[in-house]
């Protein structure tokens, strides 16, 4: 029997974003398949989140490709990005909070790509005068990824309509870092 590798990167994400601690025996079952299987492909835990990463990673570069972030505006681009993002919320939740990832000091340069990417969009509406300049782009990146992981564990837990996900991130997002013209 061939196994899909993505599918079984797919049934781990949506597994890890419910219960990080899960152990690799809960992560077969959820797959599928055997732990020995399981193991043929991801060696251990951490070869299982390192792949995890590479499909987040894989994920929001296409969810920064799809929203065009270019055209039209830094608001409009901000709320189709977070609509675009949303099928991986759950997975960039797990990553977001996945303490492997960040240790010993060195990083995916995958995140630093995404970055610079969000961070752009964010300094493109400060200085078209949309944005707050008071609060940096970095910030601004950090808050969306914050507020994406947040959402993603209100809709899994049921505590937010799936449906409310992109509006109120969007929203909430946006209403923050909105430039306040004095009157």
């Known amino acids: 029997m061939s ?3 993505e599918q079984v990167l797919r049934s781990a994400a949506a597994l890890l974003t419910r219960k990080s601690t899960s152990t690799m ?5 959820a797959a599928g398949i ?3 299987t399981l193991h043929r492909h991801f060696a251990g835990r951490e070869a299982l989140v390192l792949a995890l990463e590479g499909l987040g990673l894989q994920e929001c570069e ?3 490709d799809r929203a065009a972030l270019d055209d039209g505006s830094a608001e409009d681009a901000l709320r189709r990005l977070v609509t675009e993002v949303e099928p991986a919320a759950g997975l960039l939740a797990f990553l977001y909070t996945e303490n492997q990832l960040f240790e010993g000091g060195t990083q ?3 995140w630093s790509r995404i970055d610079a990417r969000l961070a752009a969009l964010f300094r493109r ?3 078209n005068g949309e944005l707050r300049i008071d609060l940096t782009p970095v910030w601004l990146t950090e808050a969306f990824y914050g507020l994406i992981g947040s959402g993603a564990w209100a809709v899994l837990d049921g505590r937010v309509a799936a449906k409310d996900f992109s509006y109120m991130i969007a929203e909430l997002l946006i209403g923050g870092a909105r430039r306040r013209v004095e009157s």
Request: proline share 0%; hydrophobic share 35%; no cysteine.
């Open 3 to 5: 196994v899909d590798r």
């Open 62 to 64: 296409a969810a920064l």
């Open 125 to 127: 509406g400060q200085e």
């Open 108 to 110: 995916n340069e995958g």
């Open 25 to 29: 025996d809960e992560v077969a079952r």
């Open 34 to 36: 055997s732990r020995a």
